[in-house]
């Protein structure tokens, strides 16, 4: 599997802070024509400072491409993209945004779809919803938060065709999603599939919860924009092309490495193992996988890896740069 983004300038129309920590940006092209199509759960690369690139699920409605909206929160530990957006963005800027890919798309012979959302994770599937509202298949959405005022977009949500689908849950008022219950119905029903986007704590317990319950992996969806730690000892890395031999040290993500020894030149957009633009053939040895990008049997297969979150299985892995 391979992907080349187009990328192409886009302007601000609008900023919103929609509660302390998330604001909402609608975009246009600078160019003025109409935006690239996109399915629903469909993200895009922003280019950022500095280098920097993130990806963004699309939110606004795949039926209207006058303008695209993009949900960030503003992250305790940024990297810097998030608070570029939160502090540097504004109407009138220009941005260099991608063409849209979904890697989080709605199962097209599901017969029912149940949705959980935790905090920022509401993003694709407030898109995903425009697509449902207008469809037969029953669906339902089960959205967390910390807090009402942490709670965002609910008010669209409770003005939206799908209000009656719609169930919020505050922490802070003792509200708690029951993982038990509602994974326990679709395990119960065959046709069913279950979406899951949020923090990782959620997306573990959900997949957690769907094993012991028997739900079958191709009816268990999830999207996390988060770069895995490099976590796991040091090993050698080979550059099969020209032979030559780098130490990835613990912590240290394979392009790291590479970019550090300046070894070679390897183009990747996210940096979160969602883009597949770093995505190199696997000549010698096996990979730890850790990206969103691959589907499990190419994971499985040991054919390529995403250099950005990947690691070595062994103590040595050859590949093909």
């Not at 469909?42 to 949900?71: C, F, T």
Request: hydrophobic share 40%; with cysteine; charged share 20%.
């Amino acid at each position: 599997m391979s992907n080349t983004y187009q990328m192409f300038k886009a302007r601000v129309t609008g900023v919103e802070q929609v509660t302390p920590q998330i604001k909402r940006f609608t975009l246009v092209r600078a160019d003025g024509q109409p935006l690239p199509a996109f399915s629903g759960g469909s993200h895009v690369i922003v280019q950022l400072a500095d280098g920097i690139s993130n990806a963004y699920s699309l939110m606004s409605d795949p039926h209207d491409l006058r303008s695209y909206q993009l949900g960030v929160r503003l992250e305790e530990a940024s990297k810097g993209g998030s608070a570029f957006m939160h502090q540097q963005v504004q109407v009138g800027s220009e941005l260099t945004i991608s063409t849209p890919h979904n890697l989080f798309a709605l199962a097209p012979m599901a017969s029912r779809h149940v949705l959980i959302a935790g905090g920022i994770g509401i993003t694709p599937f407030l898109s995903q919803l425009h697509e449902l509202a207008r469809g037969t298949v029953p669906y339902e959405l089960h959205y967390a938060f910390r807090s009402p005022e942490h709670g965002a977009f609910r008010a669209e949500l409770a003005r939206s065709a799908s209000a009656e689908r719609v169930h919020c849950y505050a922490d802070s008022q003792g509200e708690k999603l029951d993982l038990a219950q509602l994974i326990g119905a679709v395990a119960a029903d065959s046709g069913a599939h279950l979406y899951v986007c949020g923090p990782k704590p959620l997306i573990e317990a959900v997949i957690a919860q769907a094993n012991q319950l028997g739900v079958a992996a191709e009816r268990v969806h999830f999207e996390q924009f988060a770069a895995t730690p490099a976590t796991g000892g040091a090993f050698t890395l080979v550059l099969g092309r020209s032979g030559r031999e780098l130490r990835v040290e613990a912590g240290m993500t394979i392009i790291q490495a590479i970019e550090n020894a300046k070894a070679a030149r390897v183009e990747c957009l996210c940096r979160e193992g969602v883009c597949g633009t770093c995505e190199t053939r696997i000549l010698e040895g096996e990979a730890e996988h850790f990206d969103q990008y691959l589907s499990e049997q190419e994971r499985a297969s040991q054919q390529s890896l995403m250099l950005c979150v990947s690691r070595a299985r062994g103590d040595r892995l050859v590949i093909d740069l």
